[in-house]
């Protein structure tokens, strides 16, 4: 307690702060070192391909989608990267996040106050301005992590308290495993780190593989939530636009891939007989299935977002 308020709620919103602010200066920082290229990054994002491919490179890179997804945010509040093309950042970051190995989930927020700490040096010391401005970017997307990080650390004496295993040992259905998918990476502030739990459960081999999909699933949509906290959080026009189609685009892919979740089940087991492989081979169908199918649909996405998100924002 300090001062009547309790410290899980004083982190929780010191962690927002953070985050508020860092993601601030994510948008102001590359929007100084990267204003000059603002009409080349612009039109090359507008390629949806080209923009898939960017953000799978940043999700394998960074093993979080979630993470390129805040990044996406900040590039779009600072006018560097158009709606069309974060909508394809974030369909590429789906695909990029399975390619590196999960059965040792790594929380991308470790890594914050290190990144900010540098951030902060090179905007102290760099003698050039648009150095100065890529450090203050840095600085602000570590802030960004570490704040995110900070605010998530508030829950895991819930996420600590809860028997994981058990609860997916005990899964009867797959609209259970597909909430309970939710709630482990909205508690964890992780997808990956839900999957690679369900992988350690596989790997007993006593677990139903048909039931892994729907918990796969619900773990991509609730790794969602934070860029929509992120969002709601920064209060931008643009930055609410993006993440409403990162939860929108797992969603509709739930919708699509829910009813076949025994099909990407019997087509694990056709790559390997390892049950944790067959958990990380369901991950990377959904998620690149997720992606392919609504990549010709970028234009139409754009519009329903700003239709759902009136306002001035992005061009």
């Known amino acids: 307690m300090a001062g009547g308020i309790p410290l899980p709620l004083l982190r929780l919103l010191g962690g927002l702060g953070l985050f508020w602010y860092g993601l601030d200066s994510l948008a102001r920082g590359a929007r100084g070192a990267l ?15 080209v923009a898939l491919l960017v953000g799978a490179l940043c999700a394998a890179l960074l093993n979080s989608s979630g993470a390129t997804a805040l990044l996406t945010v900040g590039l779009v509040e600072a006018g560097l990267v158009s709606l069309r093309g974060a909508i394809g950042l974030i369909l590429g970051a789906n695909v990029g996040t399975t390619v590196v190995p999960q059965l040792l989930a790594s929380p991308v927020g470790d890594w914050g106050l290190p990144l900010a700490g540098l951030g902060a040096m090179v905007r102290l010391a760099a ?124 969603a509709v892919g739930v919708a699509v891939f829910f009813p076949a979740a025994s099909a990407l089940a019997q087509l694990a087991t056709g790559v390997s007989a390892h049950p944790a492989v067959q ?37």
């Open 35 to 49: 204003g000059h290229l603002q009409d080349r990054l612009w039109k090359g994002s507008d390629h949806p391909l």
């Open 127 to 250: 003698p050039r301005l648009r150095l100065r401005a890529a450090g203050q970017a840095l600085m602000g997307f570590g802030l960004v992590l570490f704040g995110l990080n900070t605010a998530a650390s508030s829950l895991q004496p819930l996420a600590r308290g809860v028997d994981w295993p058990a609860l997916l040992q005990g899964l009867r259905g797959p609209f259970l495993g597909l909430a309970l998918g939710v709630v482990m990476a909205v508690t964890m502030q992780s997808g990956n780190a839900a999957v690679a739990i369900l992988q350690g459960v596989a790997a007993r081999g006593d677990f139903p593989l048909v039931l892994a999909a729907p918990v796969v699933m619900g773990a991509n949509l609730g790794s969602s939530l934070p860029t929509l906290l992120a969002a709601l959080v920064a209060g931008s026009v643009a930055g609410r636009r993006v993440a409403v189609f990162h939860v929108l685009c797992n």
């Open 279 to 315: 958990v990380a081979c369901i991950h990377t169908l959904f998620n690149l299935g997720t992606s392919l199918v609504e990549l010709p649909w970028v234009a139409w996405w754009e519009r329903v977002c700003r239709w759902l998100v009136p306002g001035e924002g992005s061009r």
